[in-house]
């Protein structure tokens, strides 16, 4: 199983970023997906979800309505557009695969800075 993270960088509060996460070494479309991201000093924190069929997605209060999880079964990728960033969103961003309640495998990390 491998989880590949790409697509962070600095931008300015406003910015906007599009994280992806390439799968590989499993059936991606079998399994639930998910976000987190770790702040400097910080535990991780649960971003969004998506279901394994792409039909279902969550997201945190602290995201919810700026950012955007999507996948795409047929490329084994899932992505996440993150909108109207925040300094608070600056973390290292790592997409996890789900197993029953827990996450079994987590990519490398990303990281997302917001600084002006």
């Known amino acids: 199983v491998q989880l590949v993270e790409s697509g962070g960088g600095m931008v300015p509060p406003g910015g906007s970023l599009r994280l992806s996460c390439a799968a590989s070494?499993?059936?991606?479309?079998?399994?639930?997906m998910s976000w987190i991201r770790q702040a400097p000093g910080k535990g991780p924190e649960w971003v969004s979800a998506?279901?394994?069929?792409?039909?279902?997605?969550i997201y945190a209060d602290s995201v919810k309505g700026r950012f955007t999880i999507s996948r795409d079964n047929a490329k084994n990728t899932l992505s996440l557009q993150m909108n109207s960033l925040k300094p608070e969103d600056t973390a290292l961003y790592y997409c996890?695969?789900?197993?029953?309640?827990?996450?079994?495998?987590w990519g490398q990390g990303t990281q997302v800075t917001v600084s002006s």
């Open positions: 996890a695969r789900e197993e029953g309640s827990s996450y079994d495998y």
């Open positions: 070494g499993f059936t991606f479309g079998s399994y639930d």
């Open positions: 998506i279901n394994a069929g792409g039909i279902s997605t």
